[in-house]
């Protein structure tokens, strides 16, 4: 049946004006952005994730040694039936799957008793000395998350794999237990006392916004301070604690320092160093096994938290008759337990790298006394009698070469994780609440659940050969540089939400009124607005990435060395005094750029984690 004439003009009246508002809408700043932010979200993470599960189900060319009908590139189940059934799978697999879960839940339940008991003390009491206790509460985030794992070595080594021993049986003349020297509980102690700043920043963060008036009730009501602590104050930390936890937990899975130095010379191997011994054989598609495994552990993590938070149906802190925040007296305990706090964390954030500084002056390694003193690796001439002929490290070319990486990769990644940061959180800010944004929100978020030894090698299987107008960037500096930059892309969106949202619609509105195109809003208005949150972003992600490792540490070469990668190789080489001395230089190089960055526009650490 036809129509009447009378409806043709108004039905293509209105086609003409959608497509003109869909025209608008395309056009538009925030979607052209958001676009161009989605499909840089699919090529950096979805791309490699399928790159790398893809792997997983072809032959690959060492493959023909166990099956020699096998054809490379042909559909099969084999590494996961490998990697998963029989007996090879208990070593390989679960073995260390128990570790790794042995070693988080021990090195997170640890850190979050320091660093909540900490935040508790510094808040909630009259307990003096605040600024000193939080500026030494981040330096052990700040120093590679190995560090206090190679002191620990420098304290309680033995000689059950060989070498020298440490200070303990040197002062003692008694070995060690290996249960002490290597091993689970040193993994869990040295990972807790590095990771308990989470807690400690989180849980800050959450009591400061507390209203007292809710735990003083709880006294009239005749409570005791127990039951207060456990029913009310307990209860309303509950998110900050499992930010920890998942930050801890996730962060120590996917760590390879640690384990890789005290774990690897017992044999206590987890799955991130099971992953590096079986990309270092070549068993590309079997450590890929691993490192799925690694992230669906991990997003089931994050999985059960978000259903716990979820049970709650308020976590309001604040109400509307005024904030108090009363702060318990400490009495005759105030100077006693400020005085154990500090001493404990000079023990966490300087001990270890005087035990450090201290091993580097030794000529021979497990000999503590004067007798032994040596500049030689410091500025000492090439020996063949001494570190394999390897010269001083303030007279070795090489560590110049590797701190000059360090300082480039952490500056590129640096700026351009911050400004992309920036620009997310424009596209998703300024979207909020449409499909688009809200797809780019959950994209942006995917790498966080991906612990940095699995994202790495994710990215060989991306980058190994050309596709396309894409090169191979196996082997080069720039494959780190954008592994990082994805590496980092959820923390440089939840600073770029937060500032985004700070600035008013009004503002950029006023800019259209004056003629001003999209890019002078942008760098005369939005940029100059969000510049404390760029900061932050950079300084994040610079201290971050300066001391990375587990990320890196299967895509380094010999050309493209780094100062954290070089450490592990002079460990492994059993330069001991070498890989010290590199750590230190490191560690001088992370709070020199900390008190640089610092020092423009407001950026802080804390507003770098997203508080």
């Not at 790398?52 to 493959?63: G, K």
């Not at 009908?69 to 799957?97: E, K, S």
């Not at 950029?508 to 001003?516: L, M």
Request: hydrophobic letters at 50%.
């Amino acid at each position: 049946m036809a129509f009447p004439a009378v409806f043709e003009q108004p039905l293509g009246m209105r086609a003409l004006a959608n497509a003109r508002r869909f025209g608008r809408w395309l056009t538009s700043p925030k979607v052209i952005l958001g676009l161009v932010m989605l499909v840089m979200m699919i090529y950096l993470i979805l791309v490699p994730l399928y790159r790398m599960f893809e792997t997983t189900l072809t032959y690959q060319e060492r493959d023909i040694h166990y099956e020699p009908d096998a054809v490379v590139g042909d559909f099969t189940f084999f590494h996961w039936t490998r990697m998963l059934t029989g007996q090879i799978a208990a070593v390989m697999t679960y073995a260390p799957l128990q570790h790794s879960l042995v070693t988080s839940a021990g090195a997170t339940f640890l850190a979050l008793v320091i660093g909540s008991a900490l935040a508790w003390m510094t808040i909630r009491t009259d307990m003096p000395g605040r600024n000193i206790i939080n500026t030494l509460a981040t330096v052990p985030y700040i120093m590679p998350s190995w560090t206090i794992a190679m002191a620990w070595t420098v304290l309680f080594k033995n000689r059950t794999s060989g070498g020298s021993p440490g200070i303990y049986e040197y002062l003692l003349g008694v070995s060690p237990p290996d249960g002490l020297a290597y091993g689970p509980l040193p993994i869990i102690i040295s990972s807790a006392l590095h990771y308990y700043t989470f807690f400690f920043l989180f849980v800050s963060a959450a009591l400061m916004s507390i209203d007292s008036n809710l735990e003083e009730a709880g006294e009239l009501m005749g409570a005791s301070r127990w039951r207060i602590l456990r029913k009310i104050t307990f209860p309303l930390v509950v998110p900050a604690l499992l930010s920890g936890f998942i930050m801890t937990f996730s962060k120590v899975m996917g760590t390879f320092g640690g384990p890789n130095v005290l774990g690897i010379p017992v044999g206590y191997y987890t799955v991130s160093t099971m992953i590096r011994s079986n990309m270092g054989l070549g068993n590309y598609a079997d450590g890929f096994v691993l490192a799925i495994t690694l992230i669906l552990f991990a997003m089931s993590t994050i999985y059960i938290n978000q259903k716990v938070v979820g049970t709650r149906k308020s976590y309001e802190t604040i109400g509307g008759r005024g904030f108090i925040a009363s702060r318990t007296r400490l009495r005759n305990w105030k100077f006693i337990l400020t005085a154990s706090v500090i001493v404990f964390q000079i023990i966490v954030a300087i001990v270890p790298l005087a035990l450090l500084t201290w091993d580097t002056f030794m000529l021979v390694d497990g000999d503590f006394g004067l007798s032994n003193f040596t500049l030689h690796y410091w500025i000492g001439e090439s020996n063949p009698a001494i570190s394999n002929g390897v010269p001083g490290v303030l007279r070795n070319p090489d560590i110049y070469k590797g701190a000059w990486n360090s300082i480039q990769l952490s500056l590129y990644t640096a700026f351009f994780t911050a400004l992309l940061g920036i620009l997310l959180g424009y596209a998703i800010a300024k979207g909020r609440g449409t499909r688009l944004s809200k797809l780019i929100e959950q994209l942006a978020f995917i790498p966080y659940v991906i612990p940095g030894i699995a994202f790495g090698a994710v990215y060989i299987s991306m980058f190994a050969k050309s596709v396309g107008p894409i090169p191979a960037l196996y082997g080069t500096f720039a494959l780190l540089v954008v592994v990082s930059v994805a590496k980092h892309i959820p923390y440089s969106a939840r600073t770029g939400v937060s500032a985004m949202l700070q600035v008013g619609r009004e503002l950029e509105e006023a800019g259209e009124v004056a003629n001003a195109n999209a890019w002078e809003r942008f760098r005369r208005i939005i940029f100059p607005l969000t510049s404390p949150g760029f900061v932050s972003g950079f300084l994040m992600t610079f201290i971050t990435t300066m001391r990375e490792l587990s990320l890196i540490i299967l895509l380094v070469t010999p050309s493209t060395q780094v100062l954290a990668s070089m450490t592990i190789r002079y460990l492994e080489n059993d330069d001991t005094q070498m890989a010290n001395a590199v750590i230190i230089i490191l560690v001088a190089l992370v709070l020199t750029g900390n008190f640089i960055i610092t020092r423009f526009r407001g950026g802080s650490l804390k507003k770098g984690l997203g508080m």
